[in-house]
């Protein structure tokens, strides 16, 4: 037998569909730009026949369903992808991050279109040789030592640049590290909202989208895992430390530490190995030694590589041409690149630069630079130049500039360049490749997660259609009715 | 794949972008008329760059040296020119004034006009180039010869009869090598040596007859022995006036080799200075046509990316429905 209004009610379940329906494509459409977004389906089920609320089994088989059930809102995901997406994100925005740290340096040592240490030195070297023809001619070692000045000044200024690019990217540091942290506290709260939600049975759609947000987000400063846990939330880890840990109810605050110039990231007292993401990027050009790293020091060509390089030929170079001058006679002093500086006795007589160190003595033991026991007989003023000779020759020879480098300082200027320029190419062509393969799984994921406006038009034709056509069945069942109430026996009345 | 609005509008947006992108950094390269604008563009082309400039800027400096040099050279041929002129003529003088007459007027005509040759010798001996005394050997900065309270010539404050001499040099690099050894000297065929010594040119020390070698001070001997009116050996002195000439002359003709030595040199360094700048020009050079065409290229491509936006990034089936 069926019930009088059996037909109603699946009418009515077949109205509720289409209106949840239409209730969520608005919802998608509303959202479809909304970053974070997810598209939401609904999740529909048959009622099915059950034969134990029957105390006898039914005598035919024409039992009907009973309509449509609504089980729940979805939102269409695929976590394989997220993760994917969260390490490729972590990957290419180290990259980003390390490649404009790279081409600031970049900026301060190159050399195509702007005058910097290479073209002083060869200037200084030009002096040399002018003032070899023309020795003892105070215009002449004046202009030596204003060329020699001007290649110091360019040292300086090289470096006052690297501190100032320092400087900025730690600060820059510093604004991550609390943004991270801002993240983590938010996660913490969206696994607390989930959890409360999941368990009073409310949908938690939008506060999910909200957290996946936040992973987004985070992945793009340092790698994360994430564990997802049976009550709804999500553990982060990084380099195997709990950063929220919603079984113990509790997350970390990480810290930016400075021990003597090498940053790291702490977390919970313990350093965090950060192996992607800007933090990592940050971290490698503030920390990279390069060659002068020890064995577990930072080995990437960061900034203080370029300062130790610098640094370095500072003091080979004041070395080379204060021992060339000869015993006692400073040209420069200090034996850093910040501190080098054209010595008093040099700024005060131009002519203290060394011309000729030739003495009465024909014996040639007295022709060697360094022999204390020599007195210099002839004056600058005399015009021979043997010395100034021997500082060209020596520019132009093998010099131990660096423990790791032998060459002339011409050579040394250029392999910075070099190193530099290599570097930043790479970084420039691996960012390259890896905001590829970021922009290409965030497609694969867009494709899974996005609104398509088509697919919506259609379920909203869809949804309308099926609304009408319940509301049909209604009138059809209603018009029945009332054929049997009011319109059946009434013959003859 | 399942299509979506935003995959559409944001694939758009940054393919858009990178069109642009490419267009600006092509521009840039065609206004600077650079092949890179940054090391990093090209590091290979950029470093061998940087190596010709480097030799470009060794040119440049070997070229002013060798122009230093070719001056300084210059002016002793001119000057040696004129001393030998002049010992050319003192020999003259001298031939004549022991044969001919015994008129001791003429004789002291004659030991006056030596007289007046030994102070040109002097004065030519003293010449300036700039700044430099271009016969001091290696000490340019103050006139080498000096007479002493008795008469006696001084070579950078040394007697020349008496004095001991060593082999003097002021080197010039013109980029063949220079080298200098462990104990500090300029190797000497490593560098140019512009030095020359005005005791060599002139002559020092005593012969064997104990005649000096000094054309200076020999001029002044026979101009004293003429004064004397004392000829009784003035055989041996004009054979030794005789030798000085030609010694001068051979110093004069010998200054050809050097002259030919610094332009054989800088026609080197021309054809270098050419090759370099050639290389250059290739390696940090654009090649116009080929970039605009590129440029066109790019901005055809810009066109149709925003002419296809309009088209793009609106219809969805919502605009044909009712």
């Known amino acids: 037998m069926r019930a009088t209004f059996s037909g109603f009610e699946i009418a009515k379940t077949g109205i509720q569909s289409a ?57 269409i995901r695929d976590q394989f992808l997220d993760s994917r997406f969260r390490t490729a994100n972590s990957q290419a925005s180290e990259l980003k991050k390390l490649h404009s740290i790279l081409s600031g340096i970049e900026n301060i040592i190159d050399e195509t279109l702007t005058d910097g240490l290479g073209s002083t030195l060869e200037e200084f070297y030009k002096s040399l040789q002018t003032l070899a023809s023309n020795a003892g001619d105070i215009e002449y070692s004046g202009l030596t030592r204003s060329s020699a000045k001007k290649m110091i000044e360019s040292l300086n200024y090289y470096i006052e640049q690297l501190n100032t690019v320092k400087e900025q990217e730690e600060y820059d540091l510093s604004v991550t590290v609390d943004d991270v942290n801002t993240l983590l506290k938010n996660i913490d709260k969206m696994n607390r909202a989930i959890q409360v939600e999941t368990l009073n049975g409310n949908p938690t759609n939008e506060l999910l989208d909200t957290r996946n947000l936040y992973f987004d987000k985070l992945s793009e400063n340092l790698e994360i895992t994430t564990i997802s846990n049976a009550d709804g939330t999500v553990s982060v880890m990084v380099g195997g430390e709990y950063l929220v840990d919603p079984q113990n109810s509790t997350y970390e605050t990480v810290s930016l530490q400075n021990t003597a110039g090498y940053m790291t990231i702490n977390a919970g007292g313990t350093e965090l190995s950060i192996t992607s993401g800007t933090l990592k990027g940050y971290l490698d ?150 905001a590829k393969v970021l922009s290409s799984i965030d497609n694969q994921r867009e494709s899974i997660k996005g609104v398509s406006l088509n697919e919506e038009t259609v379920n909203l034709l869809k949804y309308q259609k099926a609304f009408e056509a319940s509301s049909r069945v209604i009138t059809a069942l209603d018009e029945m009715l009332d054929t049997i109430i009011n319109k059946m026996g009434t013959v003859g009345r | ?226 004064e004397n009116d004392d000829l009784s050996d003035i055989q041996l002195y004009s054979d030794k006036l005789n030798e000085k000439a030609s010694d001068i002359r051979i110093q004069y003709v010998s200054i050809g080799a050097k002259s030919d030595y610094i332009s054989f040199f800088s026609e080197r360094l021309y054809s270098e200075k050419t090759n370099a700048a050639k290389r250059q020009s290739e390696l940090e050079g654009i090649n116009l046509e080929e970039a605009i065409i590129i440029f066109s290229e790019q901005e055809l491509a810009y066109n149709a990316c925003l002419q296809m936006g309009s088209k793009l990034l609106q219809p969805s089936l919502m605009d044909y429905l009712r």
């Open chain 1, 285 to 434: 050009a503030l920390n990279g030694k390069g060659a002068y790293a020890t064995a577990g020091e930072n080995n990437f060509n960061g900034i203080q590589y370029y300062k130790s390089m610098l640094d370095d030929f500072a003091a080979s170079f004041a070395d080379t041409m204060n021992d060339l001058n000869g015993a006692g006679k400073p040209l420069f002093e200090g034996n850093t690149a910040e501190s080098i500086a054209i010595s008093p006795e040099w700024l005060e007589d131009a002519n203290f630069i060394t011309c000729t160190i030739l003495t009465t003595a024909e014996d040639g033991a007295c022709m060697l630079s360094h022999a204390p026991s020599c007195t210099i007989l002839t004056t600058a003023e005399d015009g021979a130049c043997d010395n100034i000779l021997r500082m060209i020759n020596t520019l132009d020879s093998d010099i131990s500039i660096t423990p790791y480098f032998n060459g002339t300082f011409d050579e040394f200027v250029k392999s910075m360049m070099s190193d530099i320029a290599i570097d930043t190419k790479y970084v420039s062509d691996v960012k390259y490749t890896a």
């Open chain 2, 1 to 226: 794949m399942r299509m979506t609005n935003r995959m559409m509008s944001n694939s758009y947006l940054k393919n858009l972008n990178n069109s642009l992108e490419k267009m600006n950094e092509t521009n840039y390269l065609i206004t600077a008329e650079r092949s890179y604008m940054k090391l990093s563009d090209d590091p290979a082309t950029a470093l061998k760059a940087m190596k010709v400039r480097k030799s470009l800027s060794r040119i440049e400096i070997y070229e002013n040296n060798l122009s230093d040099a070719q001056g300084i050279i210059d002016q002793y041929e001119s000057t040696i020119s004129s001393i030998n002129s002049i010992s050319k003529e003192a020999l003259a003088q001298v031939l004549q004034g022991i044969t001919g007459t015994s008129d001791i007027n003429v004789k002291k005509t004659v030991a006056k006009t030596l007289r007046g040759f030994q102070e040109t010798i002097l004065a030519a001996a003293n010449t300036k180039y700039g700044d430099d005394y271009i016969f001091g050997g290696d000490q340019v900065g103050k006139a080498p010869f000096s007479l002493d309270g008795s008469g006696n010539l001084l070579y950078n404050g040394q007697n020349v009869e008496t004095g001991t001499f060593h082999d003097e040099f002021r080197y010039i690099d013109v980029g063949i090598g220079l080298d200098v050894d462990a104990s500090g000297n300029v190797a000497p065929k490593s560098a140019f040596n512009v030095s020359t010594s005005g005791a060599v040119l002139l002559g020092t020390g005593v012969d064997g007859n104990g005649i000096t070698n000094n054309l200076h001070n020999l001029l002044g001997d026979i101009a004293e022995k003429f």
């Open chain 1, 19 to 75: 209106e949840t329906g239409l209730d969520v494509t608005g919802q998608n459409i509303a959202k479809m730009n909304t970053e974070g977004y997810s598209r939401q389906t609904v999740e529909q089920s048959s009622v099915y026949f059950e034969s134990s609320s029957y105390k006898y089994a039914p005598v035919n088989n024409t039992v009907v369903g009973q309509g449509v059930s609504l089980d729940k809102i979805n939102q």
